[in-house]
């Protein structure tokens, strides 16, 4: 049995026509070596994972052949490429500055900077972690960076750029690598699998390109994990159990039932996914990504940044012309505010759950169903009749049913009596007609009941007297365990300066902060109890507003308010000598 190697190592670039994904930076450095215009200090900074200390292996094998081929490449044959190959070159010397940090560390390099190469014409030093130096070391290191003797060139690696001193900055020529893009690295883990005789599905390798979130070394580690797992056979669901990533089928189903305002299913299938293991969090942003990408095919240029596997994408185009831009932009905006309320809820389980039933209403206020109808992808645009229709329907209230020519006579009947009775009694109110309104408002009750989940429930206005209610309801039942914010609740009341926005104005930003630790809680509760959903809330610090009562903060403002209640504990502190700290 051979010994085995990761993918990492063994397919490790040899040339430079072999690094993924840096094409512009490596024409600059093949440039350079075939001009002869070679710099004394290069830095390579970006993420881990994207080929810079590979980069500057190859730069410094191939300065040093003495064969370069006509694609500036080294030859690979010379005595200096087999012991760069060999690891027994001393003209290439490799530094770990995340272990080799100190004064020392870097003056034993200066030292050794003075010996001129056996072989070839350069010594290269690859300084890798070059950020993780001591202020110290970089002091060392810096008369040296600036005039090297004629053999020697630096490398430096890193991944955090700011964190070197700017004098080290001004002395190097900095390539910023890029992160690797999601087809870059599933086209090379395809050649990897192909060249291995591994089984594979492309939309597998496109769940682990995407998971390396732009490093080819993890996408490779990870490649090599799943081969492990599956035994040679890498399929699109031994990834995702293994990567426990959610099946794009659950966000494709879920708007599908958004569509058909089929909330109930929607919120089975979001228990079916936390039985699985995935968080909420999670969860919205993937859901949030879902409709950014059905989005994307709505137009024929921004189909390019879909970043799925074939199979995936024949779906999205499937889905994608079943459902309207408006509905993507809304469930889009429906989403992010969700998102952002959801790091301060309690239960975000329910605060999930509310947001797919807001989803599930978007179609019944905003859109109707397209024809079913498979268009070529990328043909899907607004067009002229489809905006008036959608802005007809904004206007116009939606009919649900015919009333039958029964109905149609009893309604008759009803107003004949009514204008009837407004005639006879519009003067002195009675009893009798009191009674009558409450029944007829029994009967606008049940007929708006027998038409629930048919139509959505419009926004409705509210009173100052009926926000002081929820407001006063939320600090009994939410903040009784929290005195200061009780206290806080309690001394400042709301006010709404324009129908639906509210006010609140407080003295300090200390109490601006005590909200905003709850803003997301009372924001939802008031949206529900109120019933209107465009609720907005503005915090207003006014430091020359006045308190209904004043509160008591510190210790001697605490025993003044004592005090007033009772006077004789000034005379017990007298004399026992008490004092305040």
Same mark, same amino acid.
Do not use: H, R
């Given at each position: 049995m051979s010994e085995y190697v990761v993918s990492a190592r063994k397919y490790r670039p040899a040339k430079f026509n072999e690094i993924v994904g840096q094409d512009n930076i490596v024409k600059t450095l093949k440039n350079a070596i075939s001009n002869g215009q070679l710099a004394q200090a290069y830095l390579f900074s970006g993420p881990r994972g994207v080929g810079k200390t590979t980069c500057a292996r190859i730069f410094a094998k191939t300065i040093n052949c003495t064969h370069i081929s006509e694609e500036t490449e080294a030859c690979g044959v010379c005595e200096s490429c087999l012991a760069f190959v060999d690891n027994t070159s001393f003209n290439v010397y490799e530094l770990d500055a995340a272990s080799n940090n100190s004064v020392e560390d870097i003056r034993n390099l200066i030292e050794q900077v003075r010996i001129p190469p056996q072989i070839g014409k350069y010594k290269v030093y690859i300084i890798d972690e070059v950020h993780m130096l001591s202020q110290q070391a970089f002091n060392a290191f810096l008369k040296t960076?600036?005039?090297p003797p004629k053999h020697a060139i630096f490398i430096l690696a890193t991944t955090e750029k700011h964190k070197i001193i700017p004098t080290i900055l001004s002395r190097c020529q900095i390539f910023d690598f890029k992160r690797i893009s999601v087809f870059a690295m599933h086209e090379h883990l395809k050649h990897i699998a192909q060249t291995e005789d591994i089984d594979f599905e492309e939309d597998g390798l496109n769940i682990i390109a995407q998971k390396a979130d732009g490093s080819l070394r993890d996408a490779l580690s990870i490649f090599d994990k799943i081969v492990s797992f599956s035994n040679g056979n890498v399929s699109y669901q031994s990834v995702l159990e293994n990567l426990?990533?959610? *099946?794009? *089928?659950?966000?494709?189903?879920?708007?599908?039932?958004?569509?058909?305002? *089929?909330?109930a299913q929607a919120i089975l299938i979001f228990d079916e996914i936390l039985d699985k293991g995935f968080n909420e969090t999670n969860f919205l942003n993937g859901l949030i990504r879902h409709f950014r990408d059905l989005l994307m095919l709505q137009n024929k240029e921004t189909i390019k940044l879909l970043e799925v596997g074939e199979k995936v994408a024949k779906k999205y185009e499937i889905q994608a012309n079943q459902v309207s831009v408006p509905f993507l932009l809304e469930g889009i905006q429906l989403l992010n505010n969700f998102s952002v309320e959801h790091k301060t809820v309690l239960d975000k389980r329910l605060h999930v759950e509310l947001a797919l039933i807001e989803l599930s209403g978007i179609v019944n206020n905003k859109d109707t169903l397209q024809d079913n109808k498979e268009t070529?992808?990328?043909?899907?645009?607004?067009k002229k009749q489809e905006e008036k229709k959608y802005v007809e329907e904004k206007s116009n209230p939606v009919i649900l049913r015919e009333p039958s020519k029964e109905a149609k006579n009893e309604q008759a009947q009803k107003e004949t009596v009514k204008k009837q009775e407004v005639?006879?009694?519009?003067?002195?109110?009675?009893?009798?007609?009191?009674?009558?309104?409450?029944?007829?408002?029994? *009967?606008?009750?049940?007929?708006?009941?027998?038409?629930?989940?048919?139509?959505?429930?419009?926004?409705?206005?509210?009173t100052l007297e009926e926000l002081k209610q929820a407001w006063n309801r939320f600090s009994d039942f939410y903040l009784k365990e929290k005195p200061r914010l009780y206290r806080i609740f309690q001394d400042f009341s709301p006010e709404i300066t324009h129908m639906p926005e509210i006010k609140l104005e407080f003295l300090n930003e200390s109490q601006e902060t005590e909200i905003k630790q709850i803003y997301g809680e009372l924001l939802t509760y008031l949206k529900n109890h109120l019933k209107n959903k465009d609720i907005k809330i503005k915090i207003v610090v006014n430091k020359n507003k006045t308190l209904r009562t004043l509160i008591p903060y510190s210790d001697e403002e605490k025993y003044q308010e004592l005090k007033k209640e009772n006077p004789k504990i000034d005379v017990l502190k007298n004399q026992l000598n008490l004092f305040f700290d």
């Open positions: 960076l600036e005039e426990n990533v959610l *099946d794009y *089928d659950y966000y494709f189903s879920l708007v599908d039932t958004f569509y058909k305002n *089929d909330y070529p992808i990328g043909t899907i645009n607004i005639t006879t009694s519009n003067i002195i109110p009675n009893i009798g007609d009191m009674l009558q309104n409450e029944d007829t408002a029994a *009967d606008k009750t049940k007929e708006t009941a027998s038409v629930e989940g048919e139509t959505d429930e419009e926004n409705t206005t509210f």
